[in-house]
């Protein structure tokens, strides 16, 4: 797929995601494997492929009018005041079970990068969880996804190289009173 376009690419992808499919594309940090967080066998295909222990939640990654409307100012206001691609935890308001897997809390993720966000403008929120089996490091380019996932994932989306010095986002807990913890840095 190497030689289509970012719209053919775009297309590719949300073809995929809308049937339930999941791509690997690069996030604004490191690659993710994405499904529609809205779909449930999508999701479900996500922790398949990667092996994902079932009871770990995955970010969603989203756009500033995609994000639960009781939270969006405090998940942008606090974005906003990081350095670095930030997730920010937030109490679970109106998220499917297949999302919170348990928990009381999901996190959220406001998209930078254009292709993405474009997926996202077309299709909705995705979740995203690193490109790589459980246990094993993050793919840092499309070859080695492809490694990982071969035909279990439906589009790769190569975005290049993913430098050393380049790590997961780092996340944020935002408390009902405003307050904020660092979780992962």
């Not at 289509?4 to 073809?15: L, N, R």
């Not at 999941?22 to 092996?51: C, M, P």
């Amino acid at each position: 797929m190497g030689s289509m376009s970012d719209d053919a690419h775009i297309q590719a992808a949300t073809t995929a995601l809308q049937q339930g499919g999941v791509v690997v594309i690069r996030t604004d940090t490191i690659y993710g494997i994405i499904a529609l967080a809205s779909h449930e066998s999508g999701v479900e295909k996500v922790y398949r492929v990667k092996k994902r222990d079932t009871n770990k939640q995955c970010i969603i990654l989203a756009l500033p009018d995609t994000l639960p409307k009781n939270y969006a100012g405090q998940i942008q206001q606090t974005a906003a005041t990081q350095t670095t691609p930030t997730s920010v935890i937030v109490p679970a308001s109106t998220e499917p079970g297949w999302l919170l897997r348990g928990g009381d809390t999901i996190a959220y993720r406001l998209v930078q990068d254009p292709t993405l966000q474009a997926i996202i403008r077309r299709v909705g929120n995705v979740i995203a969880p690193s490109a790589n089996p459980e246990g094993l490091p993050p793919a840092r380019t499309i070859a080695e996804a492809r490694d990982y996932f071969g035909p279990d994932v439906d589009v790769y989306i190569d975005g290049g190289t993913v430098p050393e010095t380049v790590s997961a986002s780092q996340i944020v807990r935002l408390y009902e009173d405003g307050s904020t913890e660092i979780v992962r840095s």
